[in-house]
């Protein structure tokens, strides 16, 4: 495809890259792991390894594809749309609304100026390119996303751009700031001097500068990417050493807690006992680092990167300092990692789904919950009571009966929906084992967005049925194409007043 790309060799055990002062290296200074084996045939002297235990990295360069764009009239003229084509009128409809992109703007003049310098998000995570040939093997890509477009545009495949491929077969974890570290050389050099550029619509020359905006992940690759402990007691990064959680002693799992304190002061959540864990919340949320503050806590922490290196016995709650503060403005950004909503809906759909179809394996509501109840001392009446030898589970108030779980999945399976709106709904669900089957992340978005409130709206009771949908309708408020900044305000403060009703959010649908 004439793109230009970099075979870069590393050690097996994720320690260094063989690049630059490590080229010409033959064994890992980390590990003592040879980069070399001796040739087979007898004779002298060493090869290259080929295949396992090498790994590999490549690097596709990105500033000749930014080049490119700029080559070609057309996209010369989107990627200056955030200045020329954008309605200012205080909703949010692009990145360029964002205080963020304002604060940048303020905070460094001298980028803001120019219009066609890009403002770059980056997205990574595990994938197995070999699809159910190999269960094990996790490959990351990491693509780079240019928000300098209109929004119909820039996550549209072509502007997508594969900046590298960290080859399996163990995902890189902690250490992928190993890996990482040829892209950040070039952000930091389109930060720091650009490069010169065509532009093809204006029909001259300018430089070129780029700034990574944010990253957007799952959880567990928000962990990765910025070096927080995001499993544990403490697995917020917002809260830290303030994480509210209880470890349950039959669930074994830790449970976090106390997530009234983010409501407001005056919200009538915080005065409810009973409801809740037993008493009143009082406690005020705490305030998110920004990042001069986190980098002042990780700036000293030493770590030498490698799957055989002993963990420091010291328990940190951040295990690194993030190679992305190696970048100048790093520490400048209000927001630097982000959570892709769409990996949070599924989550939260498969949980839904499995504790209302009481799916083994995947509901909530197993025999130990209410065992953990017990333990907590809330909720009486869904403690388990020993009748004999047997013990009777009470039923809650979202327990589904045999008749109300087939309404549901029956309803589900006569929907009917635009091709290319999502798979095909009849095909994912199974009446006779009434369950859902093979939910992939987009059929969850299209779910919690639209198709489970109508499913659920006569098999339940008012108060579950209205807190399910209200759910919804939250995920549908901040995934709309423009947002009113009061109403995520009003959305994360728990507002009722501007709920929509049910049947004005679902009325276009015909059944």
Same mark, same amino acid.
């Given at each position: 495809m004439g793109l230009e790309y970099k075979k870069i060799h590393a050690c097996p055990n994720d320690?260094?890259?063989? %690049?630059?002062?490590?080229?010409?290296?033959?064994?890992?200074?980390?590990?003592?792991?040879?980069?070399?084996?001796?040739? %087979?045939?007898?004779?002298?002297?060493?090869?290259?390894?080929?295949?396992?235990?090498?790994?590999?990295? #490549?690097?596709? +360069? !990105? !500033?000749?594809?930014?080049?490119?764009?700029?080559?070609?009239?057309?996209?010369?003229?989107?990627?200056t749309w955030h200045e020329n084509g954008i309605k200012c009128d205080n909703f949010?409809?692009?990145? %360029?609304? +964002?205080?963020?992109?304002? $604060?940048?703007?303020? %905070?460094?003049?001298?980028?803001?100026?120019? +219009? $066609?310098?890009?403002?770059?998000?980056?997205?990574?995570?595990?994938?197995?390119?070999?699809?159910?040939?190999?269960?094990?093997?996790?490959?990351?890509?990491?693509?780079?996303? !240019?928000?300098?477009?209109?929004? #119909?545009?820039?996550?549209?495949?072509?502007?997508?751009?594969?900046?590298?491929?960290?080859?399996?077969? $163990?995902?890189?974890?902690?250490?992928?700031d190993v890996y990482l570290s040829p892209l950040i050389d070039d952000l930091k050099m389109l930060w720091e001097t650009g490069v010169e550029v065509f532009d093809a619509y204006r029909e001259e020359k300018f430089t070129l500068r780029a700034m990574l905006f944010c990253t957007i992940n799952d959880f567990p690759a928000y962990g990765n990417l910025s070096g927080y402990s995001v499993k544990g007691h403490y697995a917020c990064p917002i809260c830290e050493e303030n994480t509210s959680y209880t470890q349950l002693k039959h669930g074994q799992k830790t449970a976090y807690t106390r997530h009234r304190k983010f409501l407001v002061r005056s919200h009538p959540y915080r005065r409810l006992k009973k409801a809740f864990n037993g008493c009143q919340e009082d406690e005020i949320a705490s305030t998110p680092r920004n990042g001069e503050e986190v980098y002042q806590r990780v700036k000293n922490i030493n770590i030498v990167f490698g799957k055989t290196q002993k963990k420091s016995t010291e328990r940190n709650? #951040?295990?690194?300092? +993030?190679?992305?503060?190696?970048?100048?403005?790093?520490?400048?950004?209000?927001?630097?990692?982000?959570?892709?909503?769409?990996h949070v809906e599924k989550n939260v759909c498969d949980s839904l789904i499995g504790t209302l179809l009481n799916i083994k394996g995947k509901t909530k509501d197993g025999v130990k919950a209410p065992q953990d109840l017990v333990d907590m001392g809330i909720r009486s009446e869904l403690h388990p009571h020993s009748i004999g030898r047997r013990t009777y589970l009470p039923p809650a108030c979202h327990t589904l009966s045999k008749k109300e779980k087939k309404s549901f999945c029956e309803c589900l399976r006569s929907v009917k929906v635009p091709q290319g709106y999502s798979s095909n709904v009849k095909s994912l669900v199974s009446i006779q084992d009434l369950k859902l089957i093979g939910l992939k992340s987009h059929n969850c978005h299209v779910l919690m967005q639209q198709l489970f409130p109508v499913g659920i709206r006569n098999i339940l009771p008012s108060s579950v049925r209205v807190a399910i949908t209200r759910l919804c309708l939250f995920f549908n408020a901040i995934c709309n194409k423009v947002i009113d900044p009061v109403k995520l305000d009003e959305l994360e403060n728990g507002s009722n007043h501007n709920l929509v009703s049910i049947g004005n959010v679902f009325s276009t649908f015909i059944f």
């Amino acid at each position: 495809m004439g793109l230009e790309y970099k075979k870069i060799h590393a050690c097996p055990n994720d320690c260094v890259l063989y %690049t630059n002062n490590f080229a010409t290296l033959k064994v890992c200074p980390t590990c003592g792991l040879s980069r070399f084996k001796k040739k %087979t045939d007898g004779s002298s002297g060493e090869e290259e390894i080929k295949g396992p235990p090498t790994k590999v990295l #490549w690097n596709l +360069s !990105i !500033i000749p594809r930014f080049k490119s764009l700029f080559a070609i009239k057309e996209d010369a003229k989107n990627l200056t749309w955030h200045e020329n084509g954008i309605k200012c009128d205080n909703f949010l409809r692009h990145p %360029t609304d +964002s205080l963020q992109w304002k $604060r940048i703007d303020e %905070t460094f003049p001298e980028f803001g100026v120019e +219009s $066609r310098n890009l403002r770059i998000g980056l997205a990574t995570d595990g994938m197995n390119p070999y699809g159910n040939l190999s269960s094990k093997h996790s490959s990351w890509p990491v693509l780079l996303v !240019i928000y300098n477009l209109p929004p #119909w545009l820039c996550m549209k495949r072509k502007y997508i751009m594969l900046s590298m491929m960290i080859s399996g077969p $163990r995902q890189p974890g902690n250490d992928i700031d190993v890996y990482l570290s040829p892209l950040i050389d070039d952000l930091k050099m389109l930060w720091e001097t650009g490069v010169e550029v065509f532009d093809a619509y204006r029909e001259e020359k300018f430089t070129l500068r780029a700034m990574l905006f944010c990253t957007i992940n799952d959880f567990p690759a928000y962990g990765n990417l910025s070096g927080y402990s995001v499993k544990g007691h403490y697995a917020c990064p917002i809260c830290e050493e303030n994480t509210s959680y209880t470890q349950l002693k039959h669930g074994q799992k830790t449970a976090y807690t106390r997530h009234r304190k983010f409501l407001v002061r005056s919200h009538p959540y915080r005065r409810l006992k009973k409801a809740f864990n037993g008493c009143q919340e009082d406690e005020i949320a705490s305030t998110p680092r920004n990042g001069e503050e986190v980098y002042q806590r990780v700036k000293n922490i030493n770590i030498v990167f490698g799957k055989t290196q002993k963990k420091s016995t010291e328990r940190n709650i #951040w295990k690194k300092r +993030s190679i992305f503060f190696n970048l100048p403005y790093w520490c400048k950004l209000d927001v630097r990692h982000c959570i892709d909503v769409m990996h949070v809906e599924k989550n939260v759909c498969d949980s839904l789904i499995g504790t209302l179809l009481n799916i083994k394996g995947k509901t909530k509501d197993g025999v130990k919950a209410p065992q953990d109840l017990v333990d907590m001392g809330i909720r009486s009446e869904l403690h388990p009571h020993s009748i004999g030898r047997r013990t009777y589970l009470p039923p809650a108030c979202h327990t589904l009966s045999k008749k109300e779980k087939k309404s549901f999945c029956e309803c589900l399976r006569s929907v009917k929906v635009p091709q290319g709106y999502s798979s095909n709904v009849k095909s994912l669900v199974s009446i006779q084992d009434l369950k859902l089957i093979g939910l992939k992340s987009h059929n969850c978005h299209v779910l919690m967005q639209q198709l489970f409130p109508v499913g659920i709206r006569n098999i339940l009771p008012s108060s579950v049925r209205v807190a399910i949908t209200r759910l919804c309708l939250f995920f549908n408020a901040i995934c709309n194409k423009v947002i009113d900044p009061v109403k995520l305000d009003e959305l994360e403060n728990g507002s009722n007043h501007n709920l929509v009703s049910i049947g004005n959010v679902f009325s276009t649908f015909i059944f």
